[in-house]
């Protein structure tokens, strides 16, 4: 086992004030830390800086995936024991996959009662159908409607835990959701997205700054610390991702006329190094993606990364101290504690070129 294999290495010390626990008033007010690994060099600044720290020919790589409101609060109906638990995806047709918590054990056949989220609502009745690997269940809705109408009329934000110990506000509607989000899927957010306004793309845009879209949604494992002192153990969670072919074609012409690839956040840059071989052959692509990024890493396809402050010991900071080097980014961390940056979800922003 090396330093980059062990999960101590990936620890640092927070102070608890640091983790934003609402957006900022503004979506581009956020502050930026510029790590530049070639001059070994950290700058502050702020997101509404980013169109000048980039230049014409670029191309901005951003995740589309839609946060659906997943998490669903209700009572088994026969007890009315509390439940509470968060929508998964689809299993087969007509049917949910969720995981849960309750008192006592859940048996198929019986119904969860789900009230809600708005006052002149009515109730939704969920059957429990079949136990599924890792505690997740098939649930069979009673209702005609379409998941994501139910979920938007029974579900809330599914907030990170360490975001008001995941209770959602009427705000996090719209602000934990990127202003370009159009496929739905995530139970998280590509945070890194989420200082992006209309005006700010407006400006990368009239800069000559291309863009492109991919689409990864976040699962449930994006939560699941790591477990093992060996990071090499750990099981990395799948998650869908795409890559439409003129997604490909926008990275074939930026590199080719000597462009920068700048991935907007670890999702984008998982799913393009997912799919590297396929980019270089111009084609799109689809599929799950299991890939588990830590120092060492040859990257084939990112040449920058805009991202937030990752959990300590996480799978995320793993691939951003990966991709700007170990002791840069540790330095870098340390520095955004000492300049009192604002951590993880709703915080500020690095971007490294």
């Known amino acids: 086992m090396t330093e980059f294999t ?3 290495s990936y620890d640092y010390e927070l102070p608890p004030e640091l983790i934003a626990q609402h957006p900022p008033e503004q979506r581009d007010a956020a502050r930026l830390l510029v ?10 600044g702020f997101i509404r800086e980013l169109p000048e720290r980039l230049s014409a020919g670029d191309c901005l790589v951003m995740n589309d995936s839609r946060v659906v409101p997943a998490r669903l609060v209700g009572y088994r109906t026969a007890t009315g024991g509390r439940w509470e638990g968060l929508f998964l995806g689809l299993a087969t047709t007509g049917h949910w996959r969720l995981i849960g918590q309750t008192r006592g054990r859940l048996q198929a056949g019986e119904t969860l009662t789900i009230p809600a989220t708005r006052p002149e609502g009515d109730t939704l009745t969920l059957q429990l159908d079949e136990r599924l690997d890792g505690g997740q269940w098939s649930v069979l809705p009673h209702s005609e409607d379409s998941c994501w109408d139910l979920l938007d009329r029974f579900g809330s934000v ?14 996090d509607r719209e602000r934990y959701q990127t202003v370009y989000a159009a496929a739905p899927g995530s139970v998280a957010a590509p945070t890194a997205g989420l200082h992006f306004t209309p005006e700010l793309l407006n400006r990368c845009r009239l800069r000559g700054i291309e863009r492109a879209q991919v689409t990864l949604h ?10 093992v002192d060996d990071i090499r153990e750990h099981q990395m969670h799948a998650e869908w991702c795409s890559i439409l072919p003129e997604t490909a074609a926008a990275w074939q012409k930026t590199r080719q006329q000597g462009g920068r690839i700048v991935a907007v956040g670890t999702t984008s840059l998982r799913t393009l190094e997912t799919a590297a071989e396929t980019l270089s052959a111009g084609q799109g692509w689809e599929g799950e993606s299991r890939i588990f990024i830590y120092p060492p890493f040859q990257f084939r396809s990112v040449d920058a990364l805009l991202t937030n402050f990752h959990l300590p010991k996480s799978t995320l900071l793993m691939l951003v101290c990966a991709f700007g080097g170990y002791d840069l980014i540790r330095r870098a961390y340390d520095i955004a504690v000492a300049e009192r940056f604002r951590f993880f979800s709703y915080g500020d922003a690095m971007l490294i070129l």
């Open 35 to 44: 790590v530049d690994r070639q001059r070994q060099a950290i700058e502050l």
């Open 6 to 8: 062990r999960l101590a």
């Open 158 to 171: 599914p907030l990170p835990p360490y975001i008001r110990h995941s209770h959602a506000e009427a705000e």
């Open 218 to 227: 976040v699962g449930l494992g994006t939560f699941r610390p790591v477990s």
